[in-house]
């Protein structure tokens, strides 16, 4: 749920139908996630904000245009995208964007065990079970956890946790938001996600 103070301003006809879907409902859902993908594309959470109640505010004008050719989700991420770069022009800030090195070592390399080896692409080294989803007290234990861990990462490893694990997109609704080809956004994914993991179990070992 968005806390009230997160929610966007009474601008908005929360009535309004989006693809089929009260505004009201849309705003429940996604206002945080928005916010937090903002987040990566400028300076401040205040801006971030402002990108967003400028993405809702578009949402609503371009509403009746919304032709349902990519999942609303989809459609409303790829707003959010365009204010937080305007936002971000304005500030006259110009962030670097993560160019995947190839050489980049990878971060489960020390965990599994490599080509050739009987178990290849199994666990060598298995993760800590304070980590594994079945633990049914990880949802309530690791909330601020996983914040404090997808801040470490770089900006396009955080946008695509936050579409694809947090927001739930699938592969092909994140690649297209994030501009990637299906082969780049399988390979930011493993390395995010891996990382990710890397910084929780160096940091919160039980």
Same mark, same amino acid.
């Given at each position: 749920?968005?806390? /009230?103070?997160?929610? /966007? *301003?009474?601008?908005? #006809? !929360? #009535? ?5 879907? /009260?505004?009201?409902?849309? $705003? &429940? ?7 937090n993908f903002a987040c990566t594309m400028v300076s401040s959470p205040a801006v971030a904000e402002e990108a967003v109640q400028e993405?809702? %505010? =578009?949402?609503?004008?371009?509403? @009746? ?5 990519? *999942? %609303? ?5 790829? +707003? $959010?995208?365009?204010?937080? *770069?305007?936002? &971000?022009?304005?500030?006259?800030? +110009? ?5 995947? #090195?190839?050489?980049e070592s990878d971060p489960l390399s020390h965990r599994m065990h490599p080509a050739g080896h009987p178990d290849a692409g199994h ?11 079945? #633990? ?9 956890? %996983?914040? @404090?861990?997808?801040?470490? !990462? ?6 695509? +946790?936050?579409? &694809? ?5 699938? *592969? ?32 919160? =070992? /039980?």
């Amino acid at each position: 749920m968005v806390t /009230p103070a997160a929610t /966007p *301003s009474g601008r908005l #006809d !929360l #009535d309004r139908l989006v693809g089929g879907v /009260p505004l009201a409902v849309l $705003v &429940r859902d996604y206002h945080r996630p928005m916010v937090n993908f903002a987040c990566t594309m400028v300076s401040s959470p205040a801006v971030a904000e402002e990108a967003v109640q400028e993405a809702w %505010v =578009q949402v609503l004008k371009s509403s @009746a245009n919304f032709e349902g050719r990519s *999942s %609303v989700a989809t459609w409303l991420f790829g +707003i $959010v995208k365009h204010t937080a *770069s305007r936002h &971000r022009r304005r500030e006259a800030r +110009i962030r670097e964007h993560e160019v995947l #090195d190839a050489e980049e070592s990878d971060p489960l390399s020390h965990r599994m065990h490599p080509a050739g080896h009987p178990d290849a692409g199994h666990w060598s080294v298995p993760p800590s079970r304070r980590f594994l989803p079945e #633990d049914q007290t990880v949802q309530r234990e690791l909330v601020g956890y %996983v914040r @404090a861990a997808l801040n470490t !990462l770089p900006v396009r490893q955080r946008q695509l +946790i936050i579409l &694809r694990d947090l927001v739930g997109t699938s *592969s092909e609704e994140a690649a297209e938001v994030l501009e990637l080809s299906a082969e780049a956004q399988r390979a930011l994914l493993y390395r995010a996600r891996g990382n990710l993991r890397n910084e929780l179990e160096k940091r919160y =070992q /039980p």
